[in-house]
């Protein structure tokens, strides 16, 4: 059978660059992306306004476009939902219920829902976090996250809903900015870097997050999904490590490529999100229940960000 797939806020960071792996490996026509914008600015042949606060619009197109599968990836990001929490949490929650009772009625086959590093909090050891540690976030962003991953183990023991999902790290990626996070930073830098020889970070020179460069997450992701059901252990999200760097050492590394490269430090209200999170995430579940192994480290992801970006912003 073919699957039809169906992604939500595919014009994000993460969903411009998985609509089109996903359409590698099943088809154009068989993968529907989706986002709240109108289809007059998308330039995309398979593209539908859908907003996902809308359940009933919802229900009408999986049903129009008899959808198997849905990687599920709008939502407000940390940042932003510290400026707006109520608006972030019924963003993040109300849709993912929606998804979520829909596969229960059997509507879909199979969901897909990131969490996030956020999950973790201040209280939380903050080197080589393991999968089981302790979850006590003190953003919205966190707290919506991990009520999100719970809600997935939920529906999963109660009625077998098929969902899995990644704790995303911070990631880093050269075809579409991010949104309203914590870590743009890591992106911002490199903007910077070629365009302006210079920049401000707006968190502390010493502040370590972890990281993820875009290709290895796309595949983590599809990698996950196509996994055997009876391998996975985890039905709340699955730790994944990668890179753990600091501003510093992000731009010590760029200074091997641009030695004139300046970078400043005025740390505002993302510090403190930053530092209730882990600096490094232990993947041993990941790695051992399926295979997960990340491919790009910090020297590679910033070799790959500079020359894409280059070509991108054609800078010679
Ligand atoms: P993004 O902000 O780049 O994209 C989100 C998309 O959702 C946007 O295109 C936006 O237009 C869309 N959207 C917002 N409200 C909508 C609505 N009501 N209906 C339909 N679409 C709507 O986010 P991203 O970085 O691509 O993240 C995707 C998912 O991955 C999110 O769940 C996020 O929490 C998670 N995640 C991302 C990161 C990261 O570093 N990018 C890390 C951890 C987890
Ligand atoms: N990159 C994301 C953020 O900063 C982590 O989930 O919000």
Same mark, same amino acid.
């Given at each position: 059978?073919?699957?039809?797939? %169906? ?6 960071? $993460? ?9 590698? @490996? ?9 986002? $709240?914008?109108?289809? #007059? ?31 599920? %990836? ?23 219920? *929606? ?17 996030? $590093? ?52 911070? %990631? $880093? +990626?050269?075809? *579409? ?8 930073? #890591?992106? !911002?830098? =490199? ?36 996994? !055997? ?12 490590? +990668?890179?753990? =760097? ?7 590394? @760029?200074?091997?490529? %641009? ?9 505002? =209200?993302?510090?403190?999100?930053? !530092? ?5 995430? !232990? ?34």
């Amino acid at each position: 059978m073919t699957e039809k797939i %169906l992604v939500t806020g595919a014009l994000g960071q $993460i969903g411009s660059e998985l609509t089109l792996a996903l359409r590698e @490996i099943y088809g154009v026509e068989n993968v529907l992306s989706t986002d $709240i914008q109108d289809p #007059a600015n998308v330039e995309d042949p398979n593209y539908e306004t859908l907003d996902v606060m809308n359940a009933e619009q919802i229900a009408s197109v999986v049903e129009k476009h008899e959808i198997t599968i849905v990687y599920h %990836l709008a939502a407000m990001l940390s940042a932003t939902a510290e400026k707006f929490p109520k608006k972030g949490w019924d963003l993040n929650m109300d849709s993912l219920l *929606t998804f979520l009772e829909l596969a229960k009625d059997k509507k879909i086959n199979q969901l897909y829902w990131p969490s996030s $590093i956020a999950i973790f909090g201040p209280e939380t050891p903050k080197i080589n976090t393991d999968q089981n540690a302790l979850t006590i976030p003190s953003t919205v962003y966190g707290i919506s996250k991990r009520a999100g991953e719970l809600w997935c183990q939920y529906y999963h023991e109660k009625f077998g809903v098929d969902v899995r999902s990644i704790r995303y790290p911070g %990631l $880093i +990626s050269w075809k *579409t900015r991010p949104g309203g996070g914590t870590t743009d930073y #890591a992106v !911002d830098i =490199f903007y910077q870097a070629l365009e302006e020889g210079k920049y401000e970070c707006f968190l502390s020179e010493n502040s370590a997050l972890p990281m993820m460069y875009m290709d290895d997450a796309i595949r983590a992701t599809i990698e996950l999904m196509q996994a !055997d059901p009876t391998k996975l252990s985890v039905r709340t999200s699955y730790n994944l490590h +990668s890179l753990s =760097f600091t501003p510093a050492e992000l731009a010590a590394e @760029i200074q091997k490529h %641009l030695p004139d490269f300046e970078i400043s430090y005025n740390p505002d =209200f993302r510090q403190a999100i930053a !530092d209730s999170w882990p600096a490094s995430i !232990d993947d041993s579940v990941a790695q051992k229940d399926w295979n997960w192994k990340y491919e790009f480290d910090l020297a590679k992801m910033t070799e790959t960000m500079l020359a894409n970006l280059k070509e991108k912003l054609a800078i010679s």
